[in-house]
């Protein structure tokens, strides 16, 4: 890859503003020479199942296999060169660090990632071979915020935050502005939550691009913290998830919650079992792989098929890293 | 599905004659109504890994998950409609069993697939959730013939062989046909070889799309008889095959090894553990599922790294039926 030659970064300046449809618009122009368009599935067997039409949009496909690199690249290229300089910092031993991994690889510069001991070795190894620098620290979130910030101030790097930042909010949204454009107008679309950066971006992006779409999320009974939150009007940080969904145990982010209110984001919820059973079918009738935690989407249509049968539904395939060696029981 | 509303056949007279390239080119035409143009994927870190620029046919998307899809609807729809009216017959609890069985549904008429005891449960309620009629009997080759037989003579249902038949070998064919028309031209194109039909298709398509283009097989170590039939130089039918690949136990046809000598492919050998562990980087790298049969392609490469770096290479991904209930274990 040598994308990056010559090529120069388009500011994003936030001061504290939140982002909005033309931010979506402007990442998804500056991500376009790094990342993939994914493609969009259909699965007539699926199809019959629900009763409805759904459209499942492949960012299991997406570099590093997650949407977590459209945000993450928007992040990196978001910079001014002299920001850049001194490259990004990130705690996240998951799709979000690898993502920033590579993203920072594109623009050549350093990556700083902060990960827990006893993290899993197969993504530590992915990371490292983005060309990141590790730095392990103590597994809890105290430890890797310490640890985080005593790099940020080392360094002078950026702190690129998983959900929260809202470059990645709005990279996060160029998944369903691209759906938008593959297939046309659909009646809902639906993501997972867990911290809630690619729902939120998905809110900007289909408010902007068809407002007549819903946006729906699925999110795990073992993780219900967005669910909650919307139900009591109150940002609910103290749950303790439980859930095989591993993508999706982060807490709801201020601004993220901020977006599903204000877009009237509806939350459904799943079971484990549901979730894996969905993933099931997918690899089965699809024969594509995807996480648990992206497998929510499809398990919320099932266990509402009354209530979607007969509409054009857009799901947001949200990643494909599974651990191979850790297959979790069938439901 | 009712594609097949006022749609004839085009019929193909054999007599005796064997496929040639006119015949995969009317088979392509004859089959898409029905048979999905399937993706061809590509792999930044495969490619890394191989030294070569592979171009993945993806026939696990196909209709029914694998390629026999093509040779059962060109030979369902080679027949004219007095013979069609009978039906078709044929043995396999595989692929080739659903395949058949769904190319009959789109031409709305009856298949019989004879299954042995004891096959597995999941395969069966595909063929049947397709609308043939099961015939169950003994497990041994004698008694599945036997069988088949007494159906045809009862009801006069044509046999569809899943290998030798010529109208199915020149249908599977069309997979490489569309391949080339897709990427444009390849330095080779390989394919698995278990009874031959889709590499002797492959082969007839290459030699009048792409002459400059060689066809190679790759074959189980615990399953070469098609390797050991080149080496003698006569069809060696009396191996025990012995391999995790049960789609490539079956053993060389006739007009198949013909095939494979009239167009000088050559066939590689891969181990069961080459093969496992060249599915598992499919997998992971390309988020998509492949049976173990399927997998010997990019094993084959990857053991031949040094004979093939440089090289633009189509493999064609034969299926994505894995056992998810009998996951093998990893290499």
Chains 1, 2 share one sequence.
């Not at 690898?98 to 530590?124: D, F, M, N, Y």
């Not at 909010?169 to 950066?197: H, M, R, Y």
């Not at 099931?280 to 049968?309: G, Q």
Request: charged share 15%; net charge neutral; with cysteine.
């Amino acid at each position: 890859m040598s994308s990056n030659t010559g090529a120069s970064a388009t500011v994003a300046t936030w001061s504290g503003r939140k982002p909005d449809f033309s931010d979506v618009l402007a990442a998804a122009k500056r991500i376009a020479p790094y990342a993939h368009v994914t493609p969009v599935l259909q699965s007539r067997s699926l199809d019959q199942l629900s009763g409805a039409q759904l459209h499942f949009k492949c960012e299991n496909f997406q570099r590093v296999g997650a949407f977590k690199f459209r945000g993450a690249c928007n992040a990196v290229w978001s910079l001014s060169d002299a920001e850049a300089a001194h490259g990004v910092v990130t705690h996240s031993s998951g799709n979000h660090g690898a993502a920033l991994a590579l993203a920072a690889q594109t623009r050549g510069i350093v990556a700083h990632v902060v990960v827990p001991e006893g993290a899993v070795k197969s993504k530590l190894a992915a990371i490292q071979a983005y060309g990141a620098s590790l730095h392990v620290c103590a597994p809890n979130m105290a430890a890797r915020e310490a640890m985080a910030a005593a790099v940020q101030e080392r360094t002078g790097a950026r702190l690129v935050h998983p959900f929260t930042d809202p470059a990645v909010i709005a990279g996060q949204g160029t998944a369903a502005l691209e759906l938008l454009g593959q297939v046309g107008a659909l009646d809902l679309v639906i993501t997972p939550v867990g911290g809630g950066g690619l729902v939120g971006g998905t809110a900007l992006a289909v408010a902007g691009a068809s407002a007549s779409t819903r946006v729906l999320a699925a999110e795990p009974e073992g993780a219900a913290d967005a669910f909650e939150s919307l139900r009591r009007g109150t940002r609910v940080t103290d749950l303790v998830p439980h859930t095989v969904c591993d993508g999706l145990r982060g807490t709801i982010g201020e601004i993220n919650f901020d977006l599903l209110r204000a877009h009237g984001v509806e939350v459904l919820l799943v079971s484990d079992a549901q979730a894996l059973a969905a993933m099931r079918l997918v690899w089965e009738r699809m024969k594509i792989l995807i996480e648990p935690s992206c497998a929510t989407v499809l398990a919320a249509v099932l266990r509402n098929r009354d209530r979607f049968a007969g509409q054009r539904i857009g799901l947001i395939l949200s990643g494909g890293n599974v651990d191979l060696d850790a297959l979790p029981g069938w439901a």
